[in-house]
């Protein structure tokens, strides 16, 4: 389901959160989607066992394209 500025405006975001959210979305595909849910998932299960917080999300961060 696509959402519309105006739906998520209503939904707390600000317009120009929405806006850029919207142009932002549009250049991922689902696929992208995935593996950043995927890739998300792992980063959550090293910060709640042995890996430093900062370091992994940085770590994440720099890799993504």
């Not at 317009?15 to 689902?30: D, E, F, N, Q, V």
């Not at 995935?34 to 910060?47: G, P």
């Not at 770590?59 to 993504?64: A, D, E, S, T, V």
């Amino acid at each position: 389901e696509t959402k519309s500025e105006s739906e998520l405006v209503a939904a707390g975001q600000s317009p120009y959160g929405a806006k850029k959210a919207l142009a932002t979305a549009r250049h991922i595909s689902k696929t992208r989607l995935r593996t950043m849910v995927d890739e998300l998932s792992e980063l959550d299960a090293a910060i709640k066992s042995t890996t430093d917080p900062d370091s992994a999300v940085e770590l994440y961060l720099i890799g993504l394209k």
